[in-house]
């Protein structure tokens, strides 16, 4: 999906700047119109989505989804998400067995 380049150029900023630079990122997809538009942040979640899975570990995308969900409260639907399956099979027993100790950034 990613060029080694944009995956180099992702990890060198770090996790904890693209959690945020992401979550700008869905704000502005959800709040581009008079209305929320779910399905448009949908799209642009499931690209971050798989960028982390891709590009970081299992704690640091963890943390990235903790920071998304607590300090931006972005309006996930696991329904809508294509990559919300593929995320919760690798990473949902870690957040499952200690939903207290997870950190966000």
Do not use: C
């Not at 971050?48 to 903790?66: L, P, T």
């Not at 690798?90 to 950034?105: E, F, M, V």
């Amino acid at each position: 999906m990613l060029s080694e380049q944009q995956r180099l150029w992702i990890a060198l900023k770090g996790a904890e700047r693209y959690a945020h630079e992401a979550a700008e990122d869905m704000l502005s997809a959800l709040n581009a119109g008079k209305r929320p538009r779910y399905t448009a942040m949908s799209k642009v979640a499931d690209r971050h989505f798989a960028v982390i899975m891709e590009v970081f570990d299992v704690e640091q995308n963890i943390r990235i989804i903790k920071t998304w969900l607590s300090r931006y409260q972005l309006p996930f639907d696991p329904d809508k998400l294509a990559t919300f399956d593929q995320f919760h099979g690798t990473h949902g027993k870690y957040i499952a067995d200690n939903p207290q100790s997870i950190r966000g950034y």
